[in-house]
């Protein structure tokens, strides 16, 4: 019997089977001969029992901070080179393997109460996530926030302008969201990472095929931000988490930020940073007419689809549903 050396034989494989270049990962723990090689230093306590996966500007920053008051919930470490988002499941880091995801996470002191989780929210419109995050974590619970898509368009617009992209500089929201076919790239590209992730029903309905309805969870974004306690209350039944945080008593209206913040003991107030609540000039209605139409079959199928499982529409959703009768 004759073999190649290692290398050579690895070669040798994906030639033979070219589709298994792309990694899947599973949990180790999961399957008993990988239990058995799997390093008596390791344990699969590093994995978290939920995500939070966007879309980006739907309030994911105000739900992160409200989720780690809680006493029992545990977010990741945050990345040490970036001190963003893990963002494992949706580009290349996926390929740097688990142990690189895991050790974000720390060891939880109270390993049956504490609950640990990421948030990336990039995750939600990402082709990838859905079917790698059901492999490794299938039975996490997947939290997503939802907002007026175009309301998130705009916000998603003013955050490349205050981040300086050149493009968004340089064009006005509507020549970006109207932009057509003939327009340079990087015009086509900033429209596109705009608008995409508001195809909401395209979007869940991927997760949907990897994740049942009981492990989704869809918050409305505007009642996130007119009202969180009532919120984080329904956040808390979803995760059965312990004991039950009292989120009326912890957060307070701060009437010059505009938005609900956390009180601190000794009566002072902890709200986001400048970056989250922006103050910019409302849409152009243009813009706005432009992309209810724009988004208009993406909402009908939102309807439908929330209807199929059983869920009340939020209120911008009803307002755009009433402009087609
Ligand atoms: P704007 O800055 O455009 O108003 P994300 O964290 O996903 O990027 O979302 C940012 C958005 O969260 C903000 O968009 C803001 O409207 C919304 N938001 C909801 N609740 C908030 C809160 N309590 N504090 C600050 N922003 C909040």
């Known amino acids: 019997l004759q073999t190649l050396r290692p290398i050579q034989l690895a070669h040798k494989y994906f030639e033979l089977f070219p589709e298994q270049k792309d990694p899947l990962w599973q949990n180790p723990c999961d ?10 230093d390791k344990t699969c306590g590093h994995l978290p029992k939920f995500l939070v996966i966007g879309p980006q500007k739907t309030g994911t920053t105000a739900l992160y901070l409200f989720l780690l008051m809680h006493p029992s919930i545990i977010s990741n470490l945050p990345n040490p080179k970036t001190f963003e988002e893990v963002q494992f499941f949706n ?3 996926y390929h740097k393997g688990i142990d690189w995801y895991m050790n974000f ?25 859905p079917k790698r995050a059901a492999s490794l974590i299938p039975k996490a619970k997947i939290i997503t926030i939802l907002i007026d898509p175009s309301d998130r368009a705009y916000s998603w617009y003013q955050h490349q302008r ?7 500089l340089k064009f006005n929201f509507y020549e970006v969201i109207a932009s057509n076919d003939g327009a340079p790239s990087e015009l086509k590209g900033l429209q596109k990472k705009c608008l995409i992730p508001g195809w909401y029903a395209v979007h869940i309905e ?24 009532t919120v984080m209350d329904g956040v808390q039944k979803f995760l059965s988490v312990s004991p039950h945080y009292n989120y009326s008593d912890a957060l307070t209206f701060d009437p010059q930020k505009g938005f609900w913040c956390q009180l601190l003991d000794g009566g002072k107030i902890k709200c986001l940073g400048k970056s989250k609540g922006r103050k910019y000039p409302p849409m152009d209605q243009e813009s706005r007419t432009f992309l209810s139409n724009y988004y208009r079959d993406h909402n009908v199928e939102l309807s439908k689809l929330l209807h199929r499982l059983g869920q009340p529409l939020p209120s911008w959703l009803r307002q755009e549903l009433q402009k087609l009768r």
């Open 105 to 129: 996470f720390p060891t939880p002191s109270n390993i049956t109460a504490d609950i640990l989780f990421e948030k990336s929210a990039n995750y939600f419109h990402s082709e990838d996530a």
């Open 162 to 168: 205050s981040h300086e992209d050149s493009t968004a």
């Open 206 to 229: 991927r997760w949907l095929k990897y994740f049942p309805s009981s492990q989704l969870l869809i918050i409305d974004g505007q009642q996130l931000r007119s009202d969180p306690a």
């Open 91 to 93: 580009g290349n880091n």
């Open 31 to 40: 399957d008993r001969r990988h239990r058995d090689i799997w390093s008596r």
